[in-house]
């Protein structure tokens, strides 16, 4: 059971102790000045230790009331943030998807208006974070690359893609062999240090300035990759599973044929407690679909 002082008397001192006054707590909380003044003097009588220095120009907070404060605080702020959150709740069910940014800016996000149709008493709320997307218990499940090995959570392949190079159609017109990136600037993904020494190697560039996918830029995503390559900043390597759409609308070309394999696939991720969530078996049937058109 648990023994707390008036509440009234915490969210006075509260305001008072981050304002240090009692008129500005009186202004927030819409009481008066020694409404406030009063609710505070209860709340020491009560805890038998002073909170505040009183001084004739100034309010100060004791040694207690430093220890006090910052965990009231933390503590209204969390319930002001969780009455928000629920009053902003759906009548329906609430689907929450982790994944890569890139990965959710483009592939799913251009899809997710066809699940939206099919399914619009679900509300689907997308979560980032970022290199890897480390799982997080808030999210119903999460869609991401990896090796299949989420220690505690259910993993399964959903799809892989091949990388290859794309770049500005002006471009792709100077890239007749791969021999001739050698004169082209490559944009790297830096956490994926591996991909253009894997294609420059099945390529046979024996360049080992080019080989050793060194050369060029670095960025900290696929997506700002391939926005480079847009912009005719150089020559990317990604996954046509995140190029296709550029390459249809004639914003990307590939200009060679050689794709290689990636390493990793992308996976549905989710916590086995979590596979009776309402609208999970929806979206993961659909993801099945779109697996099904992928392959």
């Not at 008397?9 to 008066?32: D, I, P, Q, W, Y």
């Not at 009183?54 to 702020?77: K, S, V």
């Not at 609308?249 to 696939?265: D, E, T, Y």
């Given at each position: ?48 230790f ?6 004739a ?62 399914h ?14 480390p ?31 794309v ?13 001739d ?23 046979g ?30 020559v ?26 990636m ?33």
């Amino acid at each position: 059971m648990r023994r707390l002082p008036s509440l009234n008397g915490l969210r006075a001192f509260e305001a008072a102790a981050r304002h240090r006054s009692f008129t500005a707590a009186a202004a927030e909380l819409h009481v008066s000045q020694a409404a406030v003044s009063r609710m505070v003097k209860l709340l020491e009588d009560r805890l038998g230790f002073a909170l505040f220095d009183r001084r004739a120009n100034a309010l100060e907070l004791t040694e207690r009331g430093r220890a006090l404060q910052p965990a009231l605080t933390d503590a209204f702020d969390g319930i002001a943030r969780r009455v928000e959150q629920v009053s902003a709740m759906r009548a329906g069910p609430v689907l929450t998807v982790g994944m890569g940014a890139t990965v959710a800016v483009r592939w799913l996000i251009p899809r997710l208006s066809g699940f939206h149709i099919a399914h619009p008493e679900i509300e689907v709320r997308i979560a980032t974070g970022g290199a890897g997307a480390p799982m997080n218990d808030d999210w119903t499940c999460a869609v991401l690359l990896g090796d299949g090995q989420w220690p505690g959570y259910e993993a399964e392949r959903l799809f892989s893609s091949s990388l290859e190079p794309v770049c500005a159609p002006r471009l792709a017109a100077a890239l007749c062999k791969p021999a001739d990136l050698a004169g082209a600037t490559l944009l790297h993904v830096s956490h994926w240090g591996e991909d253009w020494p894997r294609w420059l190697d099945a390529a046979g560039v024996a360049d080992p300035m080019l080989a050793s996918g060194t050369r060029g830029l670095s960025f900290g995503s696929y997506a700002m990759t391939l926005q480079a390559a847009i912009d005719g900043v150089g020559v990317a390597l990604a996954p046509r599973l995140y190029s296709a759409d550029d390459i249809a609308a004639g914003r990307l070309k590939a200009p060679f044929a050689l794709a290689v394999p990636m390493v990793h696939s992308w996976y549905l991720v989710y916590r086995a407690s979590r596979r009776e969530d309402a609208g999970f078996g929806a979206f993961r049937d659909w993801l099945y679909q779109l697996r099904a058109e992928i392959e």
